[in-house]
């Protein structure tokens, strides 16, 4: 048995790193995290990864990186280590994440994803209105005009 627990982590472990690279954003954004390949529809692309720790301290931290699992662990993600942390917000994003009965946070694409575009993510209603609505949001989508579903 835990044997095949181990070959079953390998098997969706991103050891095939290719697919996706870190690279310069768009202007103000910073790094962020691109797909060197095409990326079809549901694949799973990469974990988010980091310190498991308590919701209720996680709840008193002022980082960014922080992936909540539910409302007693939270995932401190700010490693450089923790690839995923480079997936920038965008309100109308390409991947989503998935806590899967692990407690992993598990990142796949929600529609098919061309090599070169940047990978994104919507990391929801607390993280924009913190760290997003204070300066406006700069994702792709609100800049090209599309309405965000965080703005009312
Ligand atoms: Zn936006």
Do not use: Q
């Not at 982590?9 to 797909?35: C, E, H, Q, Y």
């Amino acid at each position: 048995m835990v044997f095949s627990i181990l070959v079953m982590r390998t098997m969706i472990d991103p050891i095939d790193n290719d697919r996706f690279a870190v690279k310069n954003s768009r202007p103000g954004t910073g790094l962020g995290l691109f797909a060197t390949t095409a990326i079809k529809k549901r694949d799973f692309i990469l974990e988010y990864t980091g310190e498991r720790i308590p919701t209720r301290i996680a709840d008193e931290l002022a980082t960014k990186y922080l992936f909540e699992i539910d409302s007693e662990w939270t995932i401190d993600g700010a490693s450089r280590s923790n690839t995923a942390r480079y997936v920038n917000h965008d309100c109308h994003p390409n991947t989503e994440a998935e806590i899967d009965e692990d407690d992993r946070i598990m990142i796949s694409a929600i529609r098919d994803i061309a090599a070169g575009e940047e990978l994104t993510i919507d990391y929801g209603d607390e993280y924009f209105n913190e760290f997003i609505r204070p300066s406006g949001c700069k994702c792709a989508s609100c800049e090209r005009g599309l309405p965000s579903p965080h703005v009312k």
